[in-house]
Protein backbone atom coordinates (compact mmCIF):
# COMPACT_ATOMS: atom_id res chain seq x y z
CA UNK A 1 0.00 0.00 0.00
CA UNK A 2 1.00 3.70 -0.96
CA UNK A 3 2.37 5.68 2.10
CA UNK A 4 1.10 9.05 0.56
CA UNK A 5 -1.92 9.04 -1.99
CA UNK A 6 -3.58 12.44 -3.77
CA UNK A 7 -6.44 11.55 -5.42
CA UNK A 8 -8.08 14.73 -7.88
CA UNK A 9 -7.04 17.11 -5.00
CA UNK A 10 -7.94 20.21 -5.57
CA UNK A 11 -7.37 23.78 -3.94
CA UNK A 12 -8.55 27.04 -4.35
CA UNK A 13 -7.57 30.55 -2.91
CA UNK A 14 -10.80 33.11 -3.53
CA UNK A 15 -10.84 32.36 -7.64
CA UNK A 16 -7.43 31.39 -8.26
CA UNK A 17 -6.76 27.56 -8.48
CA UNK A 18 -3.73 27.09 -7.32
CA UNK A 19 -3.89 23.12 -7.65
CA UNK A 20 -5.98 21.66 -9.97
CA UNK A 21 -6.91 17.71 -9.40
CA UNK A 22 -3.41 16.63 -8.78
CA UNK A 23 -2.98 12.69 -8.06
CA UNK A 24 0.00 11.01 -7.39
CA UNK A 25 0.93 7.88 -5.14
CA UNK A 26 3.99 7.55 -3.31
CA UNK A 27 5.62 4.37 -1.92
CA UNK A 28 7.15 3.38 1.21
CA UNK A 29 11.14 4.03 0.76
CA UNK A 30 10.35 6.02 -2.10
CA UNK A 31 11.58 9.52 -3.39
CA UNK A 32 9.12 11.20 -5.12
CA UNK A 33 10.14 14.08 -7.15
CA UNK A 34 6.89 17.44 -7.62
CA UNK A 35 8.48 19.56 -10.17
CA UNK A 36 7.29 22.74 -11.27
CA UNK A 37 7.56 26.44 -12.51
CA UNK A 38 7.09 28.66 -9.91
CA UNK A 39 3.88 29.53 -8.60
CA UNK A 40 3.00 25.88 -10.59
CA UNK A 41 1.63 24.81 -6.75
CA UNK A 42 4.43 22.64 -5.36
CA UNK A 43 4.20 24.22 -1.90
CA UNK A 44 0.07 24.50 -1.66
CA UNK A 45 -0.05 20.45 -2.51
CA UNK A 46 3.00 19.64 0.25
CA UNK A 47 1.06 22.08 2.76
CA UNK A 48 -2.10 20.36 2.11
CA UNK A 49 0.08 16.95 2.82
CA UNK A 50 1.26 18.20 5.72
CA UNK A 51 -2.33 18.94 6.75
CA UNK A 52 -1.49 22.72 7.17
CA UNK A 53 -4.53 23.29 4.95
CA UNK A 54 -7.50 21.35 3.76
CA UNK A 55 -8.26 20.42 0.27
CA UNK A 56 -11.16 21.81 -1.02
CA UNK A 57 -12.00 18.68 -3.45
CA UNK A 58 -10.34 15.49 -3.56
CA UNK A 59 -8.66 13.12 -0.60
CA UNK A 60 -5.17 12.65 0.53
CA UNK A 61 -4.49 8.47 2.53
CA UNK A 62 -1.54 8.18 4.67
CA UNK A 63 -1.46 4.10 4.26
CA UNK A 64 -4.57 4.09 3.12
CA UNK A 65 -6.50 5.96 5.75
CA UNK A 66 -7.72 10.08 5.99
CA UNK A 67 -5.69 12.82 7.66
CA UNK A 68 -5.30 12.58 11.26
CA UNK A 69 -4.02 14.72 14.23
CA UNK A 70 -1.64 11.66 15.27
CA UNK A 71 0.27 11.88 11.61
CA UNK A 72 1.84 15.06 12.70
CA UNK A 73 4.25 12.55 14.63
CA UNK A 74 5.15 10.85 11.46
CA UNK A 75 5.86 13.67 9.35
CA UNK A 76 8.53 15.89 8.64
CA UNK A 77 8.72 18.99 6.90
CA UNK A 78 11.93 21.49 5.28
CA UNK A 79 10.00 24.74 3.64
CA UNK A 80 11.89 26.20 1.69
CA UNK A 81 11.52 29.47 3.70
CA UNK A 82 14.03 28.67 6.80
CA UNK A 83 11.94 28.35 9.47
CA UNK A 84 13.65 28.35 12.36
CA UNK A 85 14.06 31.10 15.18
CA UNK A 86 17.32 32.99 14.47
CA UNK A 87 17.58 34.18 18.69
CA UNK A 88 16.95 30.40 19.81
CA UNK A 89 19.77 27.48 20.64
CA UNK A 90 20.29 24.49 17.96
CA UNK A 91 19.63 21.94 21.03
CA UNK A 92 16.51 24.15 22.31
CA UNK A 93 14.00 24.15 19.44
CA UNK A 94 15.29 21.00 17.74
CA UNK A 95 14.18 19.54 21.09
CA UNK A 96 11.15 21.51 21.29
CA UNK A 97 10.20 20.74 17.63
CA UNK A 98 10.76 16.41 18.05
CA UNK A 99 8.81 17.06 21.05
CA UNK A 100 5.84 18.75 19.40
CA UNK A 101 5.95 15.52 17.33
CA UNK A 102 5.58 13.20 20.13
CA UNK A 103 9.36 12.26 20.97
CA UNK A 104 10.35 12.34 24.60
CA UNK A 105 13.15 14.70 25.62
CA UNK A 106 16.06 12.58 26.23
CA UNK A 107 15.43 10.91 23.16
CA UNK A 108 15.27 14.18 21.02
CA UNK A 109 18.38 14.84 22.72
CA UNK A 110 19.80 12.09 21.56
CA UNK A 111 18.99 11.95 17.94
CA UNK A 112 19.75 15.64 18.09
CA UNK A 113 23.48 14.97 18.88
CA UNK A 114 23.38 11.95 16.32
CA UNK A 115 22.51 14.30 13.75
CA UNK A 116 25.42 17.07 14.82
CA UNK A 117 28.00 14.25 15.26
CA UNK A 118 26.84 13.30 11.71
CA UNK A 119 26.88 16.66 10.17
CA UNK A 120 30.25 17.22 11.86
CA UNK A 121 29.35 19.98 13.68
CA UNK A 122 28.47 18.66 17.45
CA UNK A 123 29.41 22.28 18.41
CA UNK A 124 26.06 23.73 16.75
CA UNK A 125 24.15 22.36 20.05
CA UNK A 126 24.93 24.92 22.08
CA UNK A 127 24.83 27.66 19.33
CA UNK A 128 22.08 30.40 18.14
CA UNK A 129 20.82 30.21 14.89
CA UNK A 130 21.45 33.12 13.96
CA UNK A 131 25.24 32.44 14.90
CA UNK A 132 25.75 30.02 12.30
CA UNK A 133 26.38 30.70 8.15
CA UNK A 134 23.10 30.23 5.65
CA UNK A 135 24.21 27.15 4.28
CA UNK A 136 24.92 25.40 8.19
CA UNK A 137 20.99 27.41 8.79
CA UNK A 138 19.69 24.84 6.22
CA UNK A 139 21.48 21.96 7.76
CA UNK A 140 19.87 22.81 10.83
CA UNK A 141 16.27 22.86 9.22
CA UNK A 142 16.97 19.59 7.65
CA UNK A 143 17.77 18.04 11.44
CA UNK A 144 14.74 19.76 12.62
CA UNK A 145 12.46 17.77 9.80
CA UNK A 146 14.16 14.20 10.82
CA UNK A 147 15.24 14.27 14.30
CA UNK A 148 11.61 12.80 15.03
CA UNK A 149 12.66 9.56 13.07
CA UNK A 150 9.47 10.40 10.02
CA UNK A 151 7.82 8.29 7.95
CA UNK A 152 6.78 10.81 5.93
CA UNK A 153 9.84 13.93 4.56
CA UNK A 154 8.39 16.51 2.82
CA UNK A 155 11.86 18.29 1.62
CA UNK A 156 10.96 21.57 -0.33
CA UNK A 157 14.40 22.68 -2.14
CA UNK A 158 16.55 20.97 0.60
CA UNK A 159 19.98 21.66 -0.76
CA UNK A 160 19.42 25.24 -1.45
CA UNK A 161 22.80 27.47 -0.67
CA UNK A 162 24.39 24.25 0.59
CA UNK A 163 28.37 23.75 -0.87
CA UNK A 164 28.80 20.75 -3.21
CA UNK A 165 30.48 18.83 -0.35
CA UNK A 166 27.50 19.31 1.84
CA UNK A 167 24.86 18.68 -1.28
CA UNK A 168 26.54 15.54 -1.44
CA UNK A 169 26.23 14.85 2.32
CA UNK A 170 22.57 15.54 2.08
CA UNK A 171 22.04 13.54 -1.09
CA UNK A 172 23.51 10.35 0.95
CA UNK A 173 21.19 11.20 4.00
CA UNK A 174 18.23 11.13 2.08
CA UNK A 175 18.54 8.02 0.32
CA UNK A 176 19.71 6.47 3.64
CA UNK A 177 16.36 7.29 5.18
CA UNK A 178 14.47 5.89 2.27
CA UNK A 179 16.56 2.82 2.53
CA UNK A 180 15.38 2.69 5.80
CA UNK A 181 11.58 3.42 4.25
CA UNK A 182 10.91 6.74 4.75
CA UNK A 183 8.90 8.13 2.20
CA UNK A 184 10.54 11.31 0.39
CA UNK A 185 8.50 13.80 -1.17
CA UNK A 186 10.80 16.02 -2.43
CA UNK A 187 10.55 19.07 -4.65
CA UNK A 188 13.27 21.12 -6.17
CA UNK A 189 14.57 23.13 -9.47
CA UNK A 190 17.78 21.28 -9.88
CA UNK A 191 16.49 18.65 -12.50
CA UNK A 192 19.67 16.98 -11.64
CA UNK A 193 19.07 16.17 -8.07
CA UNK A 194 15.80 14.87 -9.57
CA UNK A 195 17.44 12.40 -11.63
CA UNK A 196 19.89 11.48 -9.25
CA UNK A 197 17.24 10.57 -6.30
CA UNK A 198 13.78 10.30 -7.88
CA UNK A 199 12.16 7.32 -9.41
CA UNK A 200 8.47 8.88 -10.28
CA UNK A 201 7.91 12.60 -10.80
CA UNK A 202 5.39 14.76 -11.51
CA UNK A 203 5.39 18.46 -13.43
CA UNK A 204 3.12 20.80 -12.53
CA UNK A 205 2.56 23.71 -14.36
CA UNK A 206 0.19 26.60 -13.59
CA UNK A 207 -1.69 24.20 -11.35
CA UNK A 208 -1.72 21.32 -13.33
CA UNK A 209 -0.12 18.27 -14.19
CA UNK A 210 1.76 17.97 -17.04
CA UNK A 211 4.07 14.86 -16.85
CA UNK A 212 3.95 12.56 -14.77
CA UNK A 213 5.39 8.92 -14.10
CA UNK A 214 8.80 7.26 -13.79
CA UNK A 215 11.24 8.87 -15.53
CA UNK A 216 13.28 6.30 -17.46
CA UNK A 217 9.60 5.70 -19.30
CA UNK A 218 8.72 9.66 -19.45
CA UNK A 219 12.32 9.58 -21.09
CA UNK A 220 11.76 7.15 -23.44
CA UNK A 221 8.36 9.40 -24.78
CA UNK A 222 10.72 12.24 -26.08
CA UNK A 223 13.12 11.91 -28.93
CA UNK A 224 17.14 11.38 -28.88
CA UNK A 225 17.97 14.35 -30.60
CA UNK A 226 21.83 14.51 -29.86
CA UNK A 227 24.71 12.72 -30.59
CA UNK A 228 27.70 12.67 -28.75
CA UNK A 229 30.72 11.68 -31.33
CA UNK A 230 34.63 11.19 -30.70
CA UNK A 231 37.09 10.18 -33.46
CA UNK A 232 41.20 10.65 -33.60
CA UNK A 233 40.85 13.10 -36.46
CA UNK A 234 38.11 15.66 -37.88
CA UNK A 235 35.12 14.32 -39.75
CA UNK A 236 33.90 15.87 -42.77
CA UNK A 237 30.83 16.64 -43.61
CA UNK A 238 28.44 16.47 -40.94
CA UNK A 239 26.86 19.06 -41.16
CA UNK A 240 25.68 17.74 -44.53
CA UNK A 241 23.96 14.62 -43.31
CA UNK A 242 20.40 14.48 -43.96
CA UNK A 243 18.89 15.14 -40.45
CA UNK A 244 21.71 16.62 -38.68
CA UNK A 245 20.39 20.29 -37.80
CA UNK A 246 23.92 21.46 -35.61
CA UNK A 247 27.03 20.37 -35.45
CA UNK A 248 29.12 21.65 -32.36
CA UNK A 249 33.10 21.20 -32.68
CA UNK A 250 33.83 20.15 -28.90
CA UNK A 251 37.23 19.87 -26.70
CA UNK A 252 37.50 16.23 -27.98
CA UNK A 253 34.99 15.58 -30.76
CA UNK A 254 31.34 16.43 -31.57
CA UNK A 255 27.80 17.48 -30.44
CA UNK A 256 25.67 17.06 -32.88
CA UNK A 257 21.59 17.96 -32.83
CA UNK A 258 19.47 15.56 -35.35
CA UNK A 259 15.65 15.95 -36.23
CA UNK A 260 15.90 12.33 -36.42
CA UNK A 261 16.87 8.84 -35.54
CA UNK A 262 18.27 7.63 -38.74
CA UNK A 263 20.72 10.29 -38.99
CA UNK A 264 22.37 9.08 -35.88
CA UNK A 265 23.43 6.12 -37.88
CA UNK A 266 24.37 8.28 -40.56
CA UNK A 267 26.86 10.31 -38.90
CA UNK A 268 28.59 7.00 -37.26
CA UNK A 269 29.09 5.59 -40.56
CA UNK A 270 30.82 8.99 -42.27
CA UNK A 271 32.72 8.77 -39.25
CA UNK A 272 34.29 5.65 -39.39
CA UNK A 273 34.16 5.70 -43.05
CA UNK A 274 37.00 8.38 -42.56
CA UNK A 275 39.19 7.14 -39.39
CA UNK A 276 38.17 6.01 -35.88
CA UNK A 277 35.74 6.29 -33.61
CA UNK A 278 37.02 6.24 -29.94
CA UNK A 279 33.21 6.93 -28.76
CA UNK A 280 29.34 7.21 -29.91
CA UNK A 281 26.06 7.84 -28.12
CA UNK A 282 22.87 8.83 -29.06
CA UNK A 283 21.64 11.15 -25.90
CA UNK A 284 18.86 10.56 -24.05
CA UNK A 285 16.71 14.40 -23.19
CA UNK A 286 17.81 15.61 -19.97
CA UNK A 287 15.29 15.87 -17.25
CA UNK A 288 15.74 20.08 -17.58
CA UNK A 289 15.20 19.43 -21.37
CA UNK A 290 11.49 17.66 -20.76
CA UNK A 291 10.95 20.22 -18.35
CA UNK A 292 11.64 22.87 -20.10
CA UNK A 293 9.83 21.54 -22.97
CA UNK A 294 6.81 20.56 -20.78
CA UNK A 295 6.18 23.66 -19.41
CA UNK A 296 6.76 25.61 -22.72
CA UNK A 297 4.55 23.27 -24.55
CA UNK A 298 1.66 24.00 -22.30
CA UNK A 299 2.68 27.73 -21.91
CA UNK A 300 1.67 27.59 -25.74
N1 LIG B 1 -2.30 31.88 0.70
C1 LIG B 1 -2.50 32.13 -0.60
N2 LIG B 1 -3.46 32.98 -1.00
C2 LIG B 1 -3.67 33.20 -2.31
N3 LIG B 1 -2.98 32.63 -3.32
C3 LIG B 1 -2.02 31.77 -2.99
C4 LIG B 1 -1.72 31.47 -1.62
N4 LIG B 1 -0.70 30.57 -1.61
C5 LIG B 1 -0.38 30.33 -2.91
N5 LIG B 1 -1.17 31.05 -3.73
C6 LIG B 1 -1.15 31.03 -5.20
O1 LIG B 1 -1.25 29.68 -5.63
C7 LIG B 1 -0.38 29.41 -6.72
C8 LIG B 1 0.56 28.26 -6.38
O2 LIG B 1 1.50 28.71 -5.40
P1 LIG B 1 2.60 27.75 -4.75
O3 LIG B 1 3.28 28.54 -3.68
O4 LIG B 1 1.97 26.47 -4.38
O5 LIG B 1 3.61 27.54 -5.96
P2 LIG B 1 5.04 26.82 -6.01
O6 LIG B 1 4.93 25.81 -7.10
O7 LIG B 1 5.41 26.35 -4.67
O8 LIG B 1 6.00 27.99 -6.49
P3 LIG B 1 7.59 28.29 -6.21
O9 LIG B 1 8.37 27.38 -7.09
O10 LIG B 1 7.70 29.72 -6.67
O11 LIG B 1 7.81 28.12 -4.74
C9 LIG B 1 0.32 30.72 -7.03
O12 LIG B 1 -0.35 31.37 -8.08
C10 LIG B 1 0.20 31.50 -5.75
O13 LIG B 1 0.18 32.90 -6.02
Known amino acids: ?14 DKTAVN ?13 LLGANG ?5 TMRMVLGLIYPDEGRILYNGKPYSTELQHLMGYLPEERGLYPKVKVSDQI ?8 MPASEADKSLRYWLDRFDVPEYYNKKIEELSKGNQQKMGFVAAVVHKPKI ?7 SGLDPVNVELLKDTVREMRDQGTSILFSTHRMEHVEELCRNITILDRSNTVVQGDIREIKKGYP ?15 AEIAGVTAVERQERGYLLSISDIGAAQRILQLAMAQ ?6 EIKEPTLNQIFIRAVGESNE
Open 95 to 102: IYLARLRG
Open 40 to 44: AGKTT
Open 224 to 238: REAVVLRTAGEVNGL
Open 275 to 280: GEVEHF
Open 1 to 14: MEALHLEQVVKQYG
Open 153 to 159: LILDEAF
Open 21 to 33: GISLKVEQGEIYG
